[in-house]
Nanobody, 126 residues
Framework: QVQLVESGGGLVQAGGSLRLSCAAS????????MGWFRQAPGKEREFVAG????????DYGDSVKGRFTISRDNAKNTVYLQMNSLKPEDTAVYYC???????????????????WGQGTQVTVSS
């Protein structure tokens, strides 16, 4: 099983940007589709963005389209989430996840993902 560690979270003002990273160990990410999810207090964990193993398939949650960009560097075993034009409603714990079964497509269903990181807090002030 792959181990995932997120980094790059923090406190930012509305309109600002952050770049999250998800570093993998234990196995190469080349065999996984990857996703970013987030969970705000009192809310369910929601899909933010996903990318297939090759990067040919990418999808975003409706609330982040046009503002967030997911990318991956398989040579570095790392996945990124560039977040621009941040809003207070983007405040949440952001999780990286790996999908071993659906490597060529992007699943928005968190049940599809086998491995999860511990999460990184993103707080956007108004």
């Amino acid at each position: 099983q792959v181990q995932l560690v997120e980094s790059g979270g923090g406190l930012v003002q509305a309109g600002g940007s952050l770049r999250l990273s998800c570093a993998a160990s234990g196995r190469t990410l080349r065999y996984y589709a990857m996703g970013w999810f987030r969970q705000a207090p009192g809310k369910e964990r929601e899909f933010v963005a996903g990318i297939s193993w090759s990067g040919s398939a990418i999808d975003y949650g409706d609330s982040v389209k046009g503002r967030f960009t997911i990318s991956r560097d398989n040579a570095k075993n790392t996945v990124y989430l560039q977040m621009n034009s941040l809003k207070p409603e983007d405040t949440a714990v952001y999780y990286c996840a790996a999908d071993r079964r659906n490597t060529m497509v992007v699943s928005k269903d968190r049940q599809s993902y086998d491995s999860w990181g511990q999460g990184t807090q993103v707080t956007v002030s108004s």
